[in-house]
């Protein structure tokens, strides 16, 4: 029987958690340092612990006879927790920090992906404003700016017209809005279609796809509205028709882990590929996390009905091939519920009431919540993820929003709308 470490505290987390803690093979799960959600599960204890400080992180690995570390988050990865857990002998779950640069800097991955003809936009990578800003006379808008760096997922703006897209460089490169991140910059072309989220657990040379999944990263109905981590999300995703399935598969995953491994840094962890699909089913790649997302990560789990530990230790081993994984067929769908104000100002401290529920097939994860005096209460953004199942996607929507609509704290914004791209005649 395992026990088990993951690394984090939002909602990606509470369901990597909750899903290991199920597995026939795991004892014990710990959480570093976890939310008020996972405080509340079986077989689940939050830690304190630095997890910063890969020495401690060892030191409670060893105290506690961790068999598998999960990393939920990215910095960690890119700061290398891998490497020094593997020195140490720890199984740990992930990429090396060489490897998680595909995340770790956009330039990296667009230098990659150009290198090895995996489908992409097209893009010019600049630190200086004058020469972005004379890139911009020759591109037709609208047009994508990123930080190169972790921005914690606000390092990108779509700007419209000439003007948002120089007062974004200037931002960037000039006023430091994003710090070492937004040192240097990408200005690629924006392109058309409908984005998907392509996860796999890879071993290096081989990977299984995780079930497809669809996130709204704006905040408002429609898609519109600032950029956030993401308002919700729903597995499976028609729109990876199996043609699609066939192409992402063989010309983007295969040939990255190929390209990983021929440049001597091959790729072990959740590889996720965010794709734009276009009008004729042709996909490319938008970006790459080293991790898996938040928060496709909670109706994928919600279907997931292998053991998690066992795919991760398969991975780690390079086992991959001999391993299957099965599925629970039904829709998932997960509605984020978020403090009003997120991504910008936001309070925080506010009690939430209305989370209990004991409906098999609803489970709400927690992100940014904390305890309190007895009182689960607010305390990032992104405060929860409301997932229903069921036998079709219109009905597990409607499931998710009858259990957030039970759930307030006073100041809660969601959107109404999750998953309307699939359920539109």
Not at 132 to 156: E, F, H, R, S, W
Request: proline share 4%.
């Amino acid at each position: 029987m395992n026990r088990v470490l993951v690394i984090g505290s939002g909602g990606r987390e509470h369901a990597l958690a909750w899903r290991l803690a199920q597995s026939s093979t795991v004892e014990k799960t710990f959480v570093a340092p976890g939310n008020a959600g996972t405080a509340l599960e079986q077989k689940i204890e939050n830690v304190v612990l630095d997890v910063a400080d890969f020495s401690a992180v060892i030191a409670f690995c060893q105290i506690h006879h961790i068999d598998l570390v999960v990393v939920g988050p990215e910095q960690p990865l890119v700061d290398g927790v891998v490497d020094a857990l593997s020195a140490a002998g720890i199984a740990c779950f992930g990429p090396t920090a060489k490897a998680a640069q595909l995340e770790g800097s956009k330039a990296f991955a667009k230098d990659f992906l150009e290198r090895h003809q995996i489908p992409t936009a097209a893009y010019g990578e600049f630190t200086e404003v004058e020469s972005a800003n004379t890139y911009l006379k020759t591109q037709n808008y609208p047009i994508v700016i990123k930080a190169d760096g972790l921005a914690a997922g606000k390092g990108v703006v779509i700007a419209e017209n000439k003007k948002q897209a120089e007062e974004a460089i200037a931002d960037m490169l000039a006023d430091n809005k994003f710090g070492d991140a937004g040192s240097r910059i990408i200005i690629e072309e924006f392109l058309v279609g409908e984005e998907a989220s392509y996860i796999v657990i890879a071993d290096g040379k081989n990977f299984i796809p995780m079930a497809t999944s669809q996130d709204h990263k704006a905040r408002d109905n429609g898609d519109i509205g600032p950029n956030t981590g993401g308002m919700g999300a729903y597995s499976p995703a028609p729109v990876v028709t199996p043609e699609v399935d066939q192409q992402v598969a063989n010309e983007i995953i295969q040939a990255t882990l190929d390209g990983m491994a021929k440049d001597g840094m091959p790729f072990t962890g959740f590889l996720y590929a965010g794709l734009m699909i276009d009008a004729h089913g042709k996909a490319k790649v938008l970006e790459f996390n080293v991790r898996f997302g938040d928060p496709e990560t909670q109706p994928i789990m919600m279907r997931l009905n292998s053991n998690l530990d066992q795919l991760c230790l398969a991975a780690i081993k390079g086992e991959l091939k001999q391993t299957a994984v099965t599925w629970d067929t039904r829709f998932a769908l997960g509605v984020v519920m978020a403090e009003e104000g997120y991504p910008f100002s936001y309070a925080k401290g506010n009690k939430i009431n209305g989370l209990d529920q004991n409906d098999p097939n609803v489970k709400v994860f927690h992100a940014g919540t904390a305890n309190k005096d007895g009182f689960i209460v607010t305390s990032g953004g992104r405060v929860l993820c409301v997932c229903a199942l069921d036998d079709r996607l219109n009905l597990a929507q409607q499931k998710a929003y009858q259990i957030v609509q039970e759930i307030n704290w006073g100041s809660e914004y969601y959107r109404t709308d999750i998953g309307f791209k699939a359920l539109t005649p």
